[in-house]
């Protein structure tokens, strides 16, 4: 029995209202509109009247989806095995990888199967249209995002085969599968209806187009990276009526928007690059398919020799051990590719077992085309060279097909393209496994052939012989467009490119000249030669004069074979999105002898490529070494693999192995293959690349990690605007584990901080503690931060902003955002009373969670602090723990802390207020206050001095000591003024005397929290901390202030900042009015060592320096070359 039709307003009723309604309310309008009382009654009629064709139609429909799906062609049409044998259950996820990648599709997929964590929510393929656990809303649009052949299509077609079976999904009354490169093929104007006619022709027997319209209908919209259709959700004209017509991108866009059968389920799947074209307020659930997780590609294989489990184990086996296969393993179109070749190499028991993927690609073709001559020719051939002299015509029609449509992006070929390249259509249809046609007609319809090859790798591999294939017949017109027309001379193809990617601290750095000028003045203190200016900064006009110097050649003769490779190269690290990758890789794998005497008939004859593969391997080493890019040099990585050099993997392998570390430094491309082997080994709980022994630029190459860790420990690190986009990426994707970021003592500007909070605010973001300690923050990224804080999505609990200059207005803007928070640090962030006015409102919210609250080292005074001290015994006030070390707390700012704790609905159960100074007083009431012994009250340092403004309630009295003193140094101003002199000093001999570098300890041993000023003049100065038992004896690293793990120093050398410590120096960027005077600040208890210009009453933070300092230390200074040093 059908429900009854409910009576609707009529459509002049609605009218009367349109022009008044709400936006949301007019879309309704609309609809209620199409859908008025008379076409209702209408439908409901046919309903009634056609429900036995209905059905009819239904079973028709569901006989046929049944028949086209339920085998699985591989490889070609006449290759089919039933899907239920075969089908392996893909890894399915809600969500997807967000942000732009600029790594190849394959090397993406691998990424996504290392970082599968149990937060992952898996989705089997029949469920895709149900909410997850937790969402109360009905998905009415899919879109399913997925790499060439990950299998997207065959999951769309068990979908539909478990629907047409009777299995899943039975309250849909029909399923249209229009797949794009199909629906590319209409060219003229249809209806909805006529084009699912054409397509269906069992809806002929629907007299009433509106009849689907009022059943339960999925769309299903296979590839829409494939569509060649502009879809303008813009501009498009908007549709209601089914029986309309409309070009097929009007259609298309009017049932996505839900204009046209809004009871319509729709399902798409695209690759990821396309699926932009889909406005994501159009799509209510996100998937992803990540291919095959391991146990998955070996349930693939066990399956496919289900009748031979030892062949099943010696395939899976050989796949493990071979780590390029075992990443294209996660495709599974590729395991099929694998299967195929691995069944026939292990059957005949060949020695020489594909380990790369030139080689496994060269036996599979290799093998379809013998498959295609015993079935259309019955010839079985075993001899590689006549396999493929028999076929040499049509597969090099198709390398050129494949390389003029990979150089433009096209993977989709029609009749047009191959007669363009010559190819006979009856041949190619007859190609097994080479390429794959789909033709379909229908009545009424064009009837067109659409090809494709298997595999976009295949496509790769054809478009690399055939460049391979121009090179050795000296095609010149390819090479010249492959070669943008000029090529540099061989010597200057590095410098050209590396020019670019070069900074100051890859070119002779400051380091080195820092630490010969240092030994120089311990050995002669009265010569300095002058430091070349270039070593500090990279001249513009040098990096255009390599560029105009460099000769570059028309190219009417061909190059030499290794200057192609190195174009190779060149053209893939400067790809974009890196869609040249593979086909590099495919290159160099197709140059080795032992590939080319498997071509060699299809190849005109070469001398062998042994010495020009030989200069490429030092090139790429080259690259790996200068270049900047992570992703691009992770690929240069598996271009080594493809020609068997696997050095630089197994050195950090081998540096891995317990005990092997020692003091071995990492080269920047040591360090691309230690990102690489680390992410190879699944989810890191840490990841800290300042523990390894590398330089900067090193510790920059293995950002890719972040990816696939827990925690990233990421601070101190000159982290870029770039590297902030890989971060950011992996906050963004469904993917990625990412729990804790650590970026403090990062320089991180607006725009780095806006990519950091877009990461946050994504729905996939599962941060939960997120440390931005002296970040050089101001107010401007908390309006950004707060819209993250208060994102539904939001996760994150904890939140360090300490040290930088957010001010009361930054703080005024974050608190509006803490409803999440349970942890707030803000130490040292500029905060008044102003801004304890914001915190207090935030705090006395029913929905602040916030348990702790860092405020220490602000100018509180006892105004800020009772307006914080009101809100503590305010019932939804949670906080637990409260720091006020060093705000300036008096007596009377004690009082009203004491009131707050007196109260029973205070939760506080530990208050900081050391460095304040409280006085006995206030001490006493605060300790009587609270009567529970687990109270934690900390007043220690309750001293006046505390009660000044800054790090000056800090500061100490220093004297210089003069038993330490070098015998060049003369101290004056009774122990405060020390002087850099031409004539020894007669001073007595003493074990703590510097005997070779002119330096000098102070007297007092510092602890807790120490400040201290200095004045210097000059050209050569130190100024920093040392542990007393630092050497005095000799011109080693060992007596040099900042060259060994027990000093730390700020050094001046000539009109140039460096910072220094355990024989490492960076230069500090020195201001434009560069100060004579230097603060220096140490926390020893949070490990800290801060160095600052002062100019007035004006600090300038220059760096800080984090440590766990193990024995005590004293302030130290090294003078040289007739400088002087005050303390002040």
């Not at 399923?175 to 093929?185: A, G, H, M, T, V």
């Not at 990224?781 to 930088?804: G, I, M, P, Q, Y």
């Not at 602040?848 to 019932?875: C, I, T, W």
């Amino acid at each position: 029995m059908l429900p009854a039709i409910p009576t609707l307003p009529s459509l002049e009723a609605l009218t009367l209202h349109l022009n008044s309604a709400t936006t949301s309310f007019r879309a309704l309008l609309i609809l209620a509109c199409h859908l008025s009382r008379e076409t209702c009654h209408r439908l409901h009629k046919a309903v009634i009247k056609e429900d036995g064709v209905l059905q009819r139609v239904k079973a028709n429909l569901k006989a046929r989806m049944k028949s086209r799906c339920e085998h699985l062609f591989e490889g070609n049409s006449r290759n089919e095995t039933p899907l239920k044998n075969i089908y392996t259950e893909l890894y399915i996820t809600a969500g997807e990888t967000e942000g732009v990648c600029n790594e190849h599709e394959v090397l993406q997929i691998e990424t996504a199967s290392r970082t599968c964590t149990s937060e992952d929510t898996p989705i089997n393929c029949n469920d895709i249209f149900k909410p997850l656990p937790g969402q109360n809303r009905i998905i009415t649009t899919v879109m399913t995002k997925g790499i060439a052949g990950i299998g997207k299509t065959v999951t769309v077609q068990k979908f539909i085969l478990d629907w047409a079976e009777g299995k899943a999904n039975q309250h849909l009354d029909f399923i249209f599968l229009l797949p794009f490169r199909e629906l590319n093929l209409f060219k003229k104007q249809s209806s909805l209806h006529s084009l699912l006619c054409g397509f269906y022709h069992e809806l002929g027997d629907i007299e009433d187009a509106n009849t689907i319209a009022g059943c339960q209908v999925l769309f299903i919209f296979d590839g829409l990276d494939e569509s060649r259709f502009a879809l303008d959700f813009n501009q498009n004209e908007t549709l209601f009526d089914i029986a309309e017509e409309a070009p097929i991108d009007v259609l298309l866009t009017n049932l996505i928007k839900g204009n046209l059968s809004p009871r319509a389920s729709l399902w798409i799947t695209s690759r990821p690059a396309a699926a932009n074209k889909i406005p994501r307020k159009n799509i209510t659930k996100m998937t992803e398919v990540r291919g095959f997780n391991d146990l998955q590609e070996e349930e693939y294989f066990r399956k496919r020799f289900c009748s031979d489990a030892k062949l099943a184990n010696r395939i899976i086996s050989h796949i493990k051990t071979t780590r390029s296969l075992n990443i294209m393993c996660h495709i599974p179109v590729f395991c099929w590719i694998t299967a195929t070749v691995l069944w026939e190499k292990f059957r005949d028991d060949c020695k020489e077992i594909p380990k790369t993927l030139s080689e496994m690609y060269t036996h599979f073709v290799l093998i379809q085309t013998n498959l295609k001559n015993q079935k259309y020719h019955n010839i079985e051939e075993t001899d590689a060279r006549r396999i493929l002299k028999s076929d040499k015509e049509i597969i090099l029609k198709l390398a050129k097909l494949a390389f003029e449509h990979l150089t433009k992006s096209n993977f989709i070929f029609y009749e047009k393209d191959l007669r363009e390249c010559g190819i006979d259509i009856k041949k190619v249809s007859v190609q097994s496994g080479l390429c794959t046609e789909i033709f379909k007609q229908e009545v009424g319809l064009y009837s067109k052939t659409v090809y494709c090859f298997l595999h976009l790798t295949i496509q790769e591999y054809f478009a690399a012989l055939y460049l391979l294939y121009c090179y050795t017949t000296d095609n010149m017109e390819v090479l010249k467009s492959f070669l943008n027309d000029t090529l540099v001379e061989e010597d200057s193809l590095l410098s050209k490119h590396v020019g670019y990617h070069l900074d100051a601290s890859q070119r002779d750095g400051p380091g080195e000249s820092l630490e010969s000028d240092q030994l120089e003045y311990c050995e002669e203190i009265s010569t300095l030669e002058e430091e070349p200016e270039e070593h500090c900064l990279l001249d513009d006009e040098a990096v255009e004069g390599s560029d105009s110097e460099s000769s570059e050649l028309v190219l009417h003769e061909k190059p030499a074979f290794h200057v192609l490779l190195k174009s190779a190269v060149l053209n893939a690290l400067e790809s974009e999105n890196g869609h040249l990758d593979i086909m590099l890789r495919f290159l160099l794998g197709l140059s080795l002898d032992s590939n080319q005497i498997l071509l060699q008939d299809l190849l005109p004859e070469m001398e062998s490529c042994a010495e020009s593969v030989e200069e490429t391997k030092k090139y790429i080493k080259e690259m790996l070494r200068y270049y900047k890019s992570p992703e691009r040099c992770i690929n240069l990585l598996f271009c080594l693999a493809e020609i068997n050099d696997n050095t630089l993997l197994e050195e950090v392998q081998a540096y891995l192995r317990p005990g092997n570390h020692g003091g071995k430094k990492l080269s920047p491309e040591q360090c691309t293959a230690l990102a690489y082997v680390l992410m190879s080994t699944g989810i890191l709980h840490e990841f800290d690349p300042k523990k390894y022994n590398t330089s900067e630029e090193g510790q920059w190459r293995m950002i890719p990690v972040v990816k696939c860790c827990i925690n990233a420990l990421l601070s101190n690190w000159n982290i870029t605007e770039k590297l902030c986009g890989v971060v950011a990426s992996a906050l963004k994707s469904s993917n990625f584990p990412l729990q804790k970021l650590d970026l403090s003592y990062n320089y991180l500007q607006n725009s780095s901080m806006d990519l950091i909070c877009a990461g946050l605010s994504s729905q996939h973001c599962k941060l939960k503690i997120l440390r931005l300690n002296r970040c050089n923050l101001t107010a401007e990224c908390c309006s950004a931060l707060e819209s993250a804080l208060s994102s539904d999505s939001s996760h994150l609990r904890d939140l360090d902003l300490s040290d930088n200059e957010l001010q009361d207005s930054g703080v005024k803007l974050l608190s509006a955002g803490l409803q999440k928070l349970e942890t707030l640090k803000l130490s040292s962030c500029g905060v008044t009373k102003e801004g304890c006015t914001s915190l207090a409102s935030a705090l006395r919210s029913n929905i602040s969670n916030l348990r702790e609250l860092d405020l220490s080292d602000n100018d509180l005074y006892d105004s800020g602090v009772k307006l914080l001290s009101a809100v503590l015994g305010n019932p939804h006030c949670k906080l637990e723990t409260l720091r006020l070390s060093g705000c300036i707390v008096s007596e009377e700012g004690c009082a009203s802390l004491t009131s707050a704790l007196r109260s029973n609905a205070s939760n506080l159960r530990e208050l900081d207020l050391s460095y304040n100074h409280p006085g006995d007083t206030g001490v006493r009431l605060l300790s009587a206050a609270r009567e529970d012994p687990h109270f934690i009250l900390n007043v220690e340092h309750n001293e006046e001095c505390y009660l000044k403004s800054g790090l000056k309630k800090y500061a100490c009295a220093l004297t210089l000591d003069p038993n330490t003193t070098h015998r060049k140094l003369s101290l004056s101003n009774s122990g405060r003024t020390v002087i850099c002199e031409a004539d020894d000093h007669p001073y007595c001999p003493h074990i703590e005397r510097f005997d070779d570098c002119p330096q000098v300890l102070c007297r007092e041993v510092l602890t807790g929290r120490c400040y201290w000023e200095a004045e210097w003049s000059g050209r050569a100065v130190s100024v920093g901390v040392a542990y007393k038992d630092m050497s005095r004896v000799g011109k080693g690293h060992d007596c040099l202030l900042g060259y060994n793990d027990k000093s730390w120093s700020l050094r001046l050398l000539k009109r140039r900042l460096y910072i220094c410590h355990n024989n490492t120096n960076k230069v500090i960027p020195v201001p434009s009015s560069c100060a004579d005077r230097v603060g220096v600040y140490l926390n020893s208890s949070q490990g800290t060592l801060s160095f600052y210009l002062v100019s007035s009453d004006t600090l300038t933070h220059l760096h800080t320096f984090h440590s766990t300092f193990t024995e005590p230390l004293y302030p130290a200074f090294s003078v040289n070359d007739y400088s002087s040093v005050s303390l002040c």
